[in-house]
C-alpha cells in the first residue's frame, strides 16, 4: 500500500529559514528553505540551523523523532539510526543542528513520474482544469521507500508500507500515515475541526 506522509499535530514541526539557507548555500542554492522541487544539494550542503515551532493553533511541545515539512523530512539521531537504510536508495540525509543537538534533512530525490508509477485511470481534473485526484502504480513502486510526484507541486512525502512499518516498528514519533494520497491535509474532508 502507498500512504501520503503528514505531520502529526501533537509534535513540533521543522522549520528551515531561507535567509539561513541563503547565507550558508549561497544564492544558487539557497532556494532550499522554499523550493521542494527534488533536486541533490548534498555536494554543496553546509549544515543548517532550523528551528521547531508548533503547528498553526496548537500548542505541541514535544520534540519529534521525524517532522513533515514542505516535501521534506526531519530526522532526528535516533530516526536516522532505524530508517536510513530505506531512505538512503531514495534521496540524500543532509546534517542539520537545532537547539537540542542534530539531526538530518531528507531529501528525497525519487519521483513518481520517473518511476513511470502514476496511475492515469486514477488521476483526475475537476472543470475548471485543477487536480482533483490522483494515484500510483503500486507495483511500480515497490521497491521505492520514499517518493515525491510532479502532481502536487513535489510538496507532498509518499510512501511503501516498508517505510511505515521501518517507521512503526522503532516506535518513533512525528508523522501520520494516510492512504488516501491525493488528499493534502489527512482528515477526511468534511471532518468538524
Same mark, same amino acid.
Given at each position: 500500500m502507498? @500512504? ?6 501533537? @509534535? #513540533? &514541526?521543522?522549520l528551515?529559514h531561507?535567509?539561513?539557507? &541563503?547565507?550558508? #548555500?549561497?544564492?544558487k542554492?539557497?532556494?532550499f ?8 544539494? *548534498? ?7 532550523? /528551528? ?5 493553533? $496548537? +500548542?505541541?511541545k514535544a &520534540? ?7 516535501g521534506?523530512l526531519f530526522?532526528?539521531?535516533? *530516526?536516522?539510526?532505524?530508517l +536510513?537504510?530505506r531512505?538512503?536508495?531514495?534521496? /540524500? ?5 537545532? $537547539?537540542?543537538?542534530?539531526? @538530518?534533512i ?6 513518481a513520474?520517473q518511476?513511470?508509477?502514476?496511475? !492515469? $485511470? ?5 472543470q475548471?482544469?485543477?487536480l ?5 502504480? /503500486?507495483? +511500480?513502486?515497490? !521497491? ?10 513535489w ?5 511503501? !508500507?516498508m517505510? $511505515?512499518?521501518? @517507521?512503526?516498528?522503532?516506535? #518513533?514519533?512525528?508523522?501520520t500515515?494516510?492512504? !488516501? ?13
Amino acid at each position: 500500500m502507498i @500512504y501520503r506522509i503528514h505531520h502529526d499535530e501533537n @509534535y #513540533l &514541526m521543522h522549520l528551515v529559514h531561507p535567509v539561513e539557507s &541563503m547565507r550558508k #548555500l549561497g544564492e544558487k542554492y539557497g532556494v532550499f528553505a522554499f523550493n521542494a522541487e527534488p533536486k541533490p544539494y *548534498a555536494s554543496v550542503w553546509t549544515p543548517l540551523q532550523i /528551528e521547531f515551532h508548533a503547528s498553526e493553533g $496548537k +500548542k505541541s511541545k514535544a &520534540m519529534p523523532d521525524v517532522s513533515e515539512h514542505f516535501g521534506r523530512l526531519f530526522l532526528s539521531e535516533r *530516526a536516522c539510526q532505524a530508517l +536510513k537504510v530505506r531512505l538512503e536508495t531514495c534521496g /540524500e540525509l543532509l546534517p542539520v543542528t537545532h $537547539k537540542n543537538g542534530t539531526g @538530518y534533512i531528507f531529501n528525497p530525490l525519487i519521483t513518481a513520474e520517473q518511476l513511470g508509477a502514476i496511475d !492515469d $485511470k486514477l488521476t483526475s481534473h475537476d472543470q475548471h482544469g485543477n487536480l482533483a485526484h490522483f494515484g500510483f502504480v /503500486e507495483a +511500480k513502486l515497490k !521497491d521505492t521507500a520514499i517518493f515525491k510526484t510532479r502532481l502536487d507541486t513535489w510538496t507532498g512525502l509518499f510512501c511503501s !508500507d516498508m517505510l $511505515k512499518q521501518a @517507521y512503526e516498528n522503532a516506535g #518513533l514519533t512525528g508523522i501520520t500515515f494516510h492512504p !488516501d494520497v491525493s488528499n493534502p491535509i489527512g482528515a477526511p474532508h468534511g471532518t468538524l475541526q
